[in-house]
């Protein structure tokens, strides 16, 4: 645990895993509970896995742009977390 020195308060250090939930094309969702420096290509392969489809013939968004799947979630979603 680290102190922040200005307020002497701890600071605690964020969680190490994160939920993501996957919305279809359909409505469904699905939740996933992974850890920050997954790639997000196992995720996905793990989504496709569970829905029955290939990996290859599916799109991944966000905000309208194709999912880098080479990264971690930590570094796509590092202004949301």
Known sequence: MSYNMSSNKAVTPPP????????GQDGSKLSFKIGRSIKIKKLLTLYCDHRSV???TVR??????????????????????
Not at 16 to 23: C, D, P, Q, R, Y
Not at 60 to 81: A, G, S, Y
């Open 54 to 56: 290939d990996y290859d």
């Open 60 to 81: 991944f968004l966000i905000d309208d742009d194709r999912l880098p799947v080479n990264k971690t979630p930590e570094e796509v979603f590092i202004h949301i977390l």
């Open 16 to 23: 190490s895993t994160i939920n993501i939930v996957i919305s």
